[in-house]
Each structure stands twice: as C-alpha cells, then as structure tokens.
C-alpha cells in the first residue's frame, strides 16, 4: 500500500526485513502517494496527495509542502504536442518574448464592459463585446483602439444604424431652404423690380455617445421651398431632424420661410420681403441661417422690359451653416418673360462616426 511506511526498517528477521523493504520501496515509487502527508517526512521528499491530485515537496526546513501542479492537467505546463489545447486557470508569466510563426491567429480576452477585471493593469488589452472594439488599460482608464471614421450622408429621410465598432458620432443637421418670391413690373413710367429671396435654414451639430445614439437614429431630411412661376408668394422649406432612440435628445435644423411677392400690379403698394432664417435647436452648436437679400430695383424707364439682364433683377436667398449649399433660401427674380421664384435648397444630414 502506497504512503504506508515511516522509513525506518528495524533489526528483524529475514521475511520481515523484506515486507518492509518493500513497502519503503514501494512508496518511493509511488511518490508516497496518499491522501494523507506521509508519516516520517524529510526534506525535498515527493509526496503525491491524491486527496486533491496535487504534486508536492517538502520545502528545505522541512515544515510544509511546496504544490508543484496539478497531476491531472501536466502540473499545469504547457505540452510540447501541437496537438492539444491547454487550459490554464493561473497567470502565465514570461520575461521573453511569445512569438507564433503559424499563419492562425491570436485570440484576444473577450466580455462586455460590466464584466472588465476588476483590478486591471496597464497593458491589459480586450475585445469589448458591447463596443465591439478592442480596448485597453492605460494605468487609469479603458480607451478602445480606433476603428476608422465612416461618414454618412443623408439627402433624403431615412434610418441611421451605428456600424460596429463606432462608439462616438457627429451629427450635422440643416433643414430645408424657404423658396423665393416672384414679382410683376410696377410704376409708370416702368420701374422693374426684383423678387427676394428665402430665408437660409439653420443648423444643429451635436456629439452623441453610443447609450445616448442606441441601437438607431430617425433621420428627416426637411425638403426646400418649391419653386414657383408668376406673380406668386415663395414656398416655405421643411425642418430637418434627428431622433437618436438612445438617452440622447433630437436635435432640429430648421427650415427657411419663403420669401413674399410684391407688386401684382402698377399701383400696388406690397412690396417684396425676403425670407426669415431658421436656427438650429438642441445641438451642441446652433447655427443660425442668414436672412435672404432684399429685392433689388433696376430703374429702367422704357415701356418694356428688353434689354433687362434677369441678373440685374436677381435678389440672393440666405446662406446657412454651409454656406450657400444645402439648406440655402433661394433666389427672387423678375425677367422679361415671367416672374420667377426659385426654389430653396433641400437640407441635408451627416453622421461622422468613430
């Protein structure tokens, strides 16, 4: 029986000298193994402690046992066999290097973010499962490793979905232009006047993190004023928006009101007003648009309009965040033929992420 003798033979005859020869021997073959500490212990001694299947040794002062691994999973050592995979549940430590030279892969650590270690260090790197990007500990905090902007531009309503691996957006949301107004000639002799133009939209930008954007954003791209033909009033545009259905606020960019039309006839007194701007609402920065140009007047005196440039009679739209493009008011003119009021820009809604 293995762990069954102290070691020591005693002057005896011949038979029993044997019987405990050979359970001396038997327990250095064995590694004394048992589920108790062998009787007789001695420095360095090997003692298999099949209670929890654990190699140990005597330490040098002979008062405790040194745990050397585990019998059931090679002491916890890596195998030589390319043909295993090892599972360890201690730290494997190393002061050179770890090189693969198989063309397979290296896998990462991989939990949400409620489940990083508790007491990380720096270094300690992980595949986020939440922000789907790989992150690590700087000694302070987790930053996750960039994974390249994406830009998204709307022109018309729609859905936004976060790409993986983006955890922070920019938003940049305009409405829609106000149209402009057309005008008819006025004043005897013949003044000849120009038609003004629609407000420019406004525009909201804001940063959203991942929680405050969710899983997706409503995305309304407000339409500009329709263009209109005669002696007739602008079209007003239509507010842009976006909805994010995380913890964040819709912001609003919005829209242009049209330009109104004057002079329906030689005697009328109305004349024409240019479009009011909009403003951006909820961003981190609002953007005001500017108020459209006032009609222009070009005293030409003949009794027809020949030889009017339609240039001469043309009144700007308000620009916006973006200048003269998208969400700009339009044009008011007056021409020899028809007057004439342009339509406003449609708005327009980026989404940079990272």
Not at 35 to 48: C, D, G, V
Request: proline residues 3%.
């Amino acid at each position: 029986m293995s762990n069954s003798s102290d070691y020591v033979i005693s002057n005896q005859a011949g038979s029993g000298f044997r019987t405990e020869l050979n359970q001396v021997l038997g327990d250095i073959k064995s590694l004394n193994s048992g589920s108790t500490e062998p009787t007789n212990k001695s420095a360095w001694m090997l003692w298999a402690d099949t209670s929890n299947n654990l190699l140990k040794v005597r330490n040098g002062s002979n008062n405790g046992w040194i745990t050397l691994g585990d019998l059931s999973a090679q002491l916890g050592m890596a195998s030589l066999s390319a043909s295993n995979v090892q599972s360890f549940t201690g730290t494997i430590q190393t002061a050179g290097e770890i090189i693969s030279n198989a063309n397979t892969r290296l896998k990462m650590p991989v939990g949400p973010t409620s489940q990083r270690p508790f007491s990380p260090t720096q270094g300690d790197t992980r595949l986020n499962s939440t922000t789907k990007l790989l992150e690590f500990f700087s000694g302070t905090d987790w930053f996750s490793m960039f994974s390249g902007a994406k830009l998204d531009v709307f022109n018309s309503s729609g859905t936004f979905t976060p790409a993986e691996g983006r955890t922070n957006f920019l938003v940049v949301c305009t409405g829609g232009g106000g149209g402009g107004a057309g005008v008819t000639v006025h004043g005897s002799p013949s003044n000849y006047w120009g038609a003004s133009g629609g407000g420019g939209a406004g525009t909201a930008i804001k940063m959203y993190s991942l929680t405050e954007m969710g899983s997706s954003a409503s995305v309304t791209v407000g339409t500009g004023g329709a263009a209109t033909s005669g002696y007739s009033h602008g079209n007003n545009g239509v507010d842009s928006s976006f909805n994010p259905s995380g913890t964040g606020v819709t912001i609003t960019g919005q829209k242009g009101t049209a330009a109104s039309a004057g002079y329906a006839s030689a005697t009328a007194t109305a004349m024409s007003r240019p479009g009011w701007p909009g403003h951006g609402v909820n961003g981190d920065v609002n953007c005001k648009g500017e108020k459209a140009e006032f009609q222009t007047i070009n005293n030409y005196t003949g009794a027809t309009p020949s030889g009017i440039a339609v240039t001469d009679m043309r009144s700007s739209g308000g620009g916006t965040f973006w200048g003269k493009g998208p969400g700009a008011g339009a044009d008011g003119v007056w021409s020899s033929t028809n007057a004439v009021g342009y339509a406003g820009t449609d708005g327009i809604v980026a989404v940079l992420s990272w």
